[in-house]
């Protein structure tokens, strides 16, 4: 008689290790991530095109007589005076590197307009381009018209009180932008009052952030994309909401996004980068003048010294690669300021879930690769990965006291409903079908 066969490794069947190595992903299947993938490659071409092309053109026209011959013969277009040579100098930089700047922002434009993220059309599109043109100019032409007569005061001193002027622009800048650039690009219009409104400003006031407004922008005149955040300092500060987000997500959904930009507030996000942006402006403004007075670089630029309008091309090259070599820094920088408004949100919602479950929908919607390659993470991603983002959620959820901080925070059922979103449970009844929400952690 045969003997059942027994139950030994030698018989046992063979087990697919990618099975026990590489699980399913519990977030993303396999075609979403391709699709944010996919994406990801088709932008990349177009976008680090952009920025090698201007980075050498910025080059070539500092480091060569190039650049002189072309601030020179456009000053003579304008009858020669120095003044002349300055301005149109300064507006022939703009123009020539915003020209070349045209077809590698119309690819990435095509990409993602495949990928079903723009809904504007190449006539809106152009009409940005040219308001962008518009506010360069505007801002380039005086600080050039400044900076040249302080380097006539001074060839060799004027960056001394040139760095200082920059940092007070830079400070300047960043209380103004809410109040004069955005407006330039969008709408912002009060967000009607109801339900989610008096709840973004009850998560905004047991956040302990002071909030003016909370508007909503209409983004869906270009984009899919969803987004919120909180812009402005002092009296500026408001909520200002996507109309995107507002018609694809949930009200719960909204306040997890906010909590996590309220994050950026509570850590003093704007004002910390505000200075730091305000010191580096002043540290290259100081590079610049030690490099102005080098001579190798004066005579390959075509110019006599700083005070020669010819070297504006020049003074232009160092502050573009000063730029581009610190930009993986500054990126490093914004992902550590990203992941602690994460944590904020956590904290503040103890609703681990929801946030994961915002992320997931903050990236489908928006195509994003949710594991890029770790070079161009680092390079290039001011954010942390979503995959990143998720995973960080779900190791503060098996911490040790979340079940206390989640309840301290209002997160139990009872909570949730209780006396934190009092103003908002009026205005939450009175809204027809809309159910109630209550604060909750953010993602962008």
């Known amino acids: 008689m045969d003997t059942p066969p027994m139950n030994t490794p030698l018989n046992t069947p063979p087990v697919n290790p990618s099975s026990t190595i590489t699980p399913p992903d519990p977030d993303f299947s396999p075609a979403q991530r391709a699709r944010g993938r996919a994406l990801r490659r088709a932008q990349l071409p177009w976008a680090l095109g952009g920025r090698l092309a201007g980075l050498a053109l910025t080059l070539l026209l500092g480091l060569t007589p190039a650049g002189a011959a072309l601030v020179t013969a456009t000053g003579r277009w304008f009858g020669g005076s120095r003044t002349a040579a300055v301005l149109a100098g300064a507006a022939a930089l703009v123009l020539l590197g915003q020209a070349l700047q045209l077809p590698f922002g119309a690819g990435a434009r095509s990409v993602r307009a495949r990928y079903g993220l723009v809904t504007q059309g190449w006539a809106g599109w152009v009409l940005d381009v040219l308001r962008g043109l518009a506010l360069t100019l505007l801002l380039v032409l005086p600080l050039a018209l400044g900076l040249f007569a302080l380097t006539d005061w001074s060839p060799q001193r004027w960056w001394i009180p040139a760095a200082g002027a920059a940092a007070l622009l830079t400070a300047a800048l ?6 004069l650039i955005e407006p330039v690009f969008n709408r912002f219009t009060p967000m009607p009052a109801g339900g989610l409104r ?11 952030v002071r909030v003016r407004d909370v508007l909503v922008a209409d983004a869906s005149r270009r984009t899919t994309a969803l987004n ?29 996004v906010v909590a996590h930009e309220l994050g950026h507030v509570k850590h003093r996000d704007v004002p910390l980068g505000t200075a730091l942006g305000a010191v580096g402006a002043a540290v290259a403004v100081a590079v610049l003048g030690l490099l102005s007075t080098w001579r190798p670089l004066l005579d390959a630029a075509g110019a006599s010294d700083a005070a020669d309008p010819r070297a504006l091309p020049l003074l232009a090259a160092p502050a573009a690669l000063i730029s ?46 949710v594991d890029p390659p770790r070079v161009l993470e680092l390079l290039f991603a001011t954010h942390p990965s979503a995959t990143r983002r998720i995973a960080a959620a ?51």
């Open 198 to 208: 008096s709840t973004l400003l009850a998560l905004a006031e047991r956040d302990g």
């Open 394 to 444: 779900r190791a503060w959820q098996a911490g040790p006291g979340r079940t206390a901080r989640a309840a301290a925070n209002g997160t139990a059922a009872e909570a949730a409903t209780g006396a934190a979103t009092g103003a908002a449970s009026e205005a939450a009844d009175e809204a027809a079908g809309e159910p109630r929400a209550t604060p909750g952690e953010s993602v962008v």
């Open 324 to 369: 581009a070599l610190s930009g993986p820094v500054q990126c490093a920088v914004s992902r550590r300021i990203e992941a602690r408004a994460d944590r904020h949100a956590l904290e503040l919602t103890g609703d681990a879930e929801q946030f994961i479950a915002m992320q997931r929908r903050l990236a489908l919607a928006n195509v994003s690769d």
């Open 174 to 179: 960043s209380f103004l932008h809410p109040l």
């Open 228 to 256: 919120a955040y909180v812009s402005g300092l002092g009296a500026t500060r408001r909520i200002v909401v996507y109309d995107t987000l507002l018609s694809t997500a949930e009200p719960r959904e909204v306040e997890l």
